[in-house]
């Protein structure tokens, strides 16, 4: 194996642990936002029900 190729693969390998931490964090985040929206929106709904 290349030096070339080996270092190919450690960018490779570095970049695709970035996008699967960055995808994770995202991920979180539309969640933390879908619970904040859910919990006001239930809050919201028991208001005009009472």
């Given at each position: 194996m290349s030096?070339?190729?080996?270092?190919l693969?450690?960018?490779k390998s570095?970049?695709?642990?970035k996008f699967e931490t960055s995808?994770?964090?995202?991920?979180r985040k539309f969640e933390?936002?879908?619970?904040?929206?859910t919990s006001?929106?239930?809050i919201s709904e028991f208001?005009?029900?009472e």
């Amino acid at each position: 194996m290349s030096l070339k190729h080996q270092s190919l693969k450690l960018i490779k390998s570095e970049f695709t642990s970035k996008f699967e931490t960055s995808e994770f964090e995202i991920i979180r985040k539309f969640e933390i936002i879908e619970s904040e929206y859910t919990s006001e929106f239930e809050i919201s709904e028991f208001e005009i029900i009472e």
